[in-house]
C-alpha cells in the first residue's frame, strides 16, 4: 500500500522545536528534510511534503501528545496513492475523510448544496408555517409535505 501525504500543520509560535520532536516521536517524519518551516505573525506553519504512508494513527497521536504538552494544533494534510483522502485538525482533535466525504464537508460547509430558489422557496414556507402552526396543524402538515416533495423533486447536481 502507497500513500503520499502534503500539507500543513500550524502551530503557535514558541512550541516549534518540541512539536518538531513530536512529529518525529510519532513517526510522521524521519527527519527535516521534508519539512519547511515558516514564521508568521503569531503562528508557525510546518508544511509537509511527499511524507509517505497511513498516518491516520500517528496523526491520533500527536493530538493527544499535544494535549498533554499544551500546544494547539490546526492543519489539513492530503493523502493520494492506492486511495485519496484528507487529515483535519482543528483546535487539536482529529478527523480523517476519504476524498468524496471531504468534498461533501466543503459543499456543505460553503452551503454550495441548495440553490438560491429552492432556498428562497423553503424561507418562505417556513414562514408561513410560523404564522399557522398553532391555530391550524392540517395546514402546517400540509406544508411540510409540500417541503418535502419540493426536496425530492430536486434534482441533485
Known amino acids: 500500500m502507497t500513500l503520499i501525504n502534503d500539507g500543513t500543520l500550524t502551530i503557535e509560535k514558541g512550541y516549534t522545536e518540541q512539536f518538531l520532536k513530536l512529529l518525529i516521536d510519532q513517526n510522521i517524519i524521519e527527519n527535516l528534510k521534508n519539512v519547511e518551516i515558516t514564521e508568521e505573525n503569531e503562528t508557525v506553519d ?22 498533554k504538552e499544551g500546544i494547539n494544533v490546526d492543519g489539513l494534510i492530503e493523502y493520494y496513492g ?12 482529529f478527523h480523517e475523510y476519504s ?30 408555517m410560523e404564522k399557522f402552526v398553532i391555530e391550524s396543524p392540517e395546514k402546517c402538515t ?10 425530492i423533486d430536486t434534482k441533485d447536481r
Open 82 to 93: 492506492d486511495y485519496d483522502g484528507t487529515y483535519e485538525i482543528i483546535d487539536t482533535v
Open 142 to 151: 400540509k406544508t411540510m409535505q409540500s417541503m418535502k416533495k419540493l426536496l
Open 99 to 128: 476524498s468524496d466525504e471531504y468534498a461533501v464537508k466543503e459543499a456543505v460547509e460553503t452551503r454550495d448544496l441548495i440553490s438560491p430558489s429552492l432556498k428562497g422557496k423553503l424561507l418562505q414556507m417556513i414562514e408561513e
Open 46 to 67: 510546518i508544511d509537509l511534503s511527499e511524507v509517505y504512508g497511513n498516518l491516520t494513527d500517528s496523526l491520533k497521536n500527536l493530538c493527544k501528545s499535544c494535549k
